[in-house]
Every structure is written in C-alpha cells, then in structure tokens.
DNA sequence: TTTAGGGTTGCATGAACTCCACATGGTGTC
DNA sequence: GACACCATGTGGAGTTCATGCAACCCTAAA
C-alpha cells in the first residue's frame, strides 16, 4: 500500500545526507489516516506497527514512546478519544477512536499537505532554474 | 518571483492550523537557491532580506540571527565561503559566495526535495483515500 | 525463563527558533 | 546635540519540540 521513496541503505543516506530529520511532526497525519482507514478503534501498539509503514517512516518503526505522547497530545486536542478495553484475560490496552473533529482535522492536513507539497515544488523549481539544470521526472533519492 | 501558498492571516492559520512549525530547516536549500541564482557573492542581510520571499518564508522576514548562524554552520561544513569587505566608508560586512561543495549539495537537495515531495503527495492520497473524499486540484489554504 | 504483546514515564540530547543586547556607522530629524 | 532608525553582524539565554534510550508495569505463550 505505501511505497515511498525511502532511503534504505547507508550509501542512499549519503545520497539525501540533507534529508537529515526534516519531515518530522507529521507524525500526527500519519496517525489520523491510520485511524480513519481502519473505521474502527485500533491499539496504539498496532497504530506504532503500521505507522512503520506509512510513506513517514519508511519502514523504520517508529518509537513507541513518542506515538503514545502524540496519540496523548491528540486525545488532549480533541483529535481521538481512548477507551480502556479489560478483557477477562490479558492485560488492559487502550483502544484509540477517531472523532468528529479528527476527521475535520484529517480533511484540513490534506490540504496543508498540498501546501507543503507546493512550496518543496516551487523551492526546487527555483533551485533547478539557479543551477541551470532541467528538473527530470523525480528522480528521487535515485541512487 | 517565489508566489507561493502562505496563509497570510489569522484566519488562514487557523484554516491551516496543523501547519504549525512544520517544514522548517529548509533554510538552508534555501540560502544555497539565493546564491546560485545571484551568482555574485551576497551580504548577509541581502540574504535576509530575499529569503523572506522565498517559499519557505512567504513574506515573513526570518530571524537574521538564526540566517547568520545558519550561514556559520554552512561555512563549517565547505558549501559557502565568507570574507571580509572593508570598504574605506561604512562598516564591514561579509560577502558569502557558494563553493563547488554548496553547488552539489544543491543539486542533492533537488533530489531530496522531489523525495519529500512524493512522500507528502503519498501521505495527502492515503488520507484522501481513508476519508474517502476524491482529490481537488491542490485547494491549498482556499479559504 | 525468555520472548512477544501492550502501555507508560522519565531523562537526556539536540536541533531550531525567538528575543534581547551590543557593536559600528550612516542618515535624518527635532 | 540628542535621538531615532536603517544597514550589518554577532553573541547569549531561553523555549519548544522531537528523538532516543532506559526503565517500569502487566499478561500470555513457547
């Protein structure tokens, strides 16, 4: 389903050694379309094993502790809602649900994305034309 | 020149609240888009002053502070240079010319840029898809 | 007993930004 | 003459935010 561009190997880091840790904080778009995709309340440990995936992480799991913070800080804004689920056997886990107000959020982050997106487009336009160098079919990370 | 997508008041930050501080460290693409194109060793506070219409700023003068530090570490790192300008009137000034290094690093950027340019785009489809609402032709900030 | 599933907190680090203050020098103004 | 303001460069303190690591709790299965 995602399939990113993501470096993999060292050699390719070196490649995108400007990638550094830019494109963080976007963790919480990554967490809303998890969510809204399921349609149904997800754990946070499942939320921590599928963000690995999304086009964010790239494969790279993230750390559990930071999604909790973020699940944490989103439930605080409204964004989610948490429940306890104690099952007779098992230890109790939460269960995280979207809210109305997620789900607006989520539609407001597909067109701050859009706007992020223009303004890499426009930068590197700007930097092809400084460099004299046509921009060829994103060539991404091609190494 | 640079016309980008920049919310330009509060509303429009509202709009785009999840915006934030996201996408920021891009200055330094930017300061290296600014010398190539000028292609004549610039002073710091002409790269201020153009960087505040650059994408990443959109109109908002960044902090000179922050620019000249950003410009100390880029000489630290080989992609510019710096020398003294003593003229006989006025104060000295810096003059920042790019070096081959910060012409490469340039065009690595231009690589990395479409990479995460592709990931927001995979990002804004997945969410699109999750909510099941079909993509406009990029709405970005239409308030 | 170890491993995996599931959740949480604390602490340290580091990057980046803001605000503030301090230089120097020129120009303009009350 | 004093004051303000722009041009120009720099340093420090403090904030925010994310990252990463370690530790702690629980249960269940192998």
Redesign the interface.
């Known amino acids: 389903?995602?399939?990113?561009?993501?470096p993999k190997n060292d050699s390719d880091l070196q490649?995108?050694?400007?990638?550094?840790?830019?494109?963080?904080?976007?963790s919480?778009?990554?967490i809303?379309?998890l969510l809204?995709?399921a349609d149904v309340p997800m754990h946070g440990y499942i939320i921590v094993q599928q963000a690995a995936d999304?086009?964010?992480f790239?494969g790279t799991k993230p750390d559990a502790a930071g999604i909790y913070r973020t699940l944490k800080r989103m439930e605080e804004s409204g964004f989610i809602v948490s429940e306890w689920e104690t099952p007779d056997e098992g230890s109790a886990r939460r269960l995280y649900a979207l809210t109305d107000k997620g789900?607006e959020?989520?539609?407001?982050?597909?067109?701050?994305?859009?706007?992020?997106?223009?303004?890499?487009?426009?930068?590197?336009e700007?930097?092809?034309?400084?460099?004299g160098?046509d921009?060829p079919e994103?060539?991404?990370?091609?190494i």
Chains 1, 2 share one sequence.
Do not use: F, H, V
């Open positions: 389903m995602w399939s990113s561009c993501n490649a995108c050694a400007e990638l550094g840790k830019s494109l963080n904080r976007l919480q778009p990554t809303l379309t809204a995709k999304s086009p964010m790239g789900r959020s989520l539609r407001r982050w597909i067109d701050a994305l859009a706007c992020y997106r223009l303004t890499l487009e426009e930068l590197r700007e930097a092809s034309g400084a460099l160098i921009l994103t060539p991404c990370c091609s």
